[in-house]
């Protein structure tokens, strides 16, 4: 049984073997007949980035996006590894948030291998990229990805989750010593989708790593972040009974949001510097099977996979919430990105592997622009937006 760690335990947590970076000659497009210039890491722009999470060689697609949102095809790239299942997944293979995640500062785009135990790095410029380096996750079933600054944590899911830590350094990463954090979960806890941690991410401030646990504790770990990049020795456990915490972001005024799959219901949190949360407000969708929340602008959208449902909200200085409505999407609705500044919403559909595109209206309305079918990619799941 996992033991809730409250502020000021003293529970020493074995750290994690360095992990082995592989270099590898820069990847291009996959356009055959187009001639493609030295390649310069300028940064993403106008662009949409999905992962395929294929367990027979993972992708990322990519697509440019035109002024009026829509999108088109810009080029395939191989990660150099694998795609994985977790058992019982059916629309949402890896059941998480943020396995593709892109490191403004840097110029870099970080996708999970989860069939592979691997994270892959690709330097990115407009709407193209170049594969850098595929390296150990530091664990099993590497499933998301953080970044603040010059530091990394990937999330793997299984034998227990575990976090590692790694340092940008030269365009690309570096192990941190030390970094490795054992989650301490139920390993045979089953179904896996359900019962794997859910999502890395940094507070705005890089002050603190919080990790989700799904119904495997129902709880949100909050990690203190260390000079040097480490972390501490364990986190505080804030448990938060039935809600099956999965996904994390942030409003616009600073309030901790958990995309509950439990209640499906999309919350807010006080996050104090000591770890621990306090419900501020939680709204259900109406929908099933609520898993993933990304902003827009000044709203939020929460994704259901069981509805094929995008909801939007609202959040208050205060934290309160505002359910403002909802809108249809294809079957198998998870992760989303927006763009623009929050002018348009790319949501990702596991059932067939589409990516629906939507213009973001007053009031959070979602208005339907097009759609793609990414190759490969039913079940999959990672997506970003510039």
């Not at 193209?128 to 899911?157: C, I």
């Not at 501490?232 to 999965?246: D, K, L, M, Y």
């Not at 294809?330 to 623009?340: E, I, S």
Request: charged share 10%; hydrophobic share 45%; proline share 5%.
């Amino acid at each position: 049984m996992r033991v809730p760690i409250r502020l000021g335990s003293a529970i020493a947590v074995a750290a994690a073997g360095l992990a082995t970076a592989v270099a590898l000659p820069f990847a291009t497009p996959a356009l055959a007949s187009t001639a493609v210039p030295a390649f310069s890491s300028g940064g993403a722009s106008h662009a949409v980035f999905a992962a395929t999470d294929n367990t027979s060689g993972n992708q990322v697609v990519a697509y440019h996006r035109a002024s009026d949102g829509t999108l088109s095809p810009a080029g395939t790239y191989a990660t150099g590894g694998l795609g994985g299942v977790l058992a019982g997944s059916v629309v949402d293979h890896l059941a998480s948030q943020g396995s593709l995640s892109y490191d403004p500062g840097h110029a870099l785009l970080y996708a999970v291998n989860a069939g592979s135990d691997t994270v892959s790095v690709f330097a990115v410029n407009g709407d193209r990229l170049a594969l850098r380096q595929v390296l150990s996750s530091g664990g099993s079933f590497p499933v998301s990805v953080a970044v603040h600054g010059d530091l990394v944590y990937v999330l793997n899911a299984l034998a227990g989750g575990r976090l590692a830590g790694y340092r940008v350094l030269g365009g690309g990463l570096v192990p941190i010593p030390g970094s490795g954090r054992a989650l301490g979960l139920n390993p045979s806890a089953s179904p896996q989708f359900t019962n794997t941690p859910g999502q890395v991410a940094f507070t705005p401030d890089g002050s603190q790593l919080i990790v989700t646990t799904k119904a495997n504790g129902n709880d949100i770990d909050v990690f203190g972040v260390r000079f040097g990049g480490q972390l501490s020795a364990a986190p505080v456990v804030n448990s938060e009974p039935g809600t099956v915490p999965f996904a994390i972001s942030f409003d616009v005024y600073g309030h901790l949001l958990i995309a509950e799959a439990g209640t499906n219901a999309l919350a807010t949190f006080a996050l104090a510097p000591s770890g621990t949360v306090s419900l501020v407000d939680a709204v259900g969708t109406g929908d099933s099977a609520t898993c993933w929340v990304a902003p827009a602008g000044p709203f939020l959208f929460a994704s259901s996979a069981g509805s094929a449902a995008e909801s939007g909200y609202s959040s208050s200085f205060g934290g309160q919430l505002s359910l403002l409505g909802a809108a249809t999407t294809d079957a198998g609705t998870v992760d989303a990105a927006a763009a623009a500044g929050g002018r348009f919403l790319y949501v990702q559909t596991g059932g067939s592997g589409i990516v629906d595109e939507f213009a973001v209206g007053a009031g959070a309305s979602l208005t339907e622009i097009g759609a793609v079918t990414v190759p490969g990619a039913v079940g999959g799941e990672g997506i970003v937006a510039f």
